[in-house]
C-alpha cells in the first residue's frame, strides 16, 4: 500500500475514535513525523510517522523522534493499518486500567 493511502486509513481510524489528527510541516527542522494526534477525551498527544512496509527512517527522522522522546513525548512509526489499530485499542485499554 502507498504511504499516502495507508495514511488516509490511518486518519479516517483514528478520526472515529475521536482523535484529532494534524498534519505536520516542522519549517525549523527536518524529520518531523507525519501526524501528531489529539485525544478529545483524555488529551493524550501521538506523535505518528506512516512508512510503506520495510520504510527507513532518515538521519534527520531518527534525530527528531529522539528529541520528542526526550521531552516525554509518544512516537509511533506505523507501516500497516493492522499495527496502528493493535497500538490504538492497546492505548485504550490501559487507559481504561488508570
Ligand atoms: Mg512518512
Redesign the pocket.
Known sequence: ML?SSL?KHIVDYAKRRGWWMTKIKDMSCNGA??RRMICAKTGRIIFV???QIR?RLSEGQKEYHKKLKAHHQTVWIVDSITLFREKLDDLKRKDLEL
Open positions: 504511504e495514511e513525523p507525519d510517522e506512516i512508512k520504510g
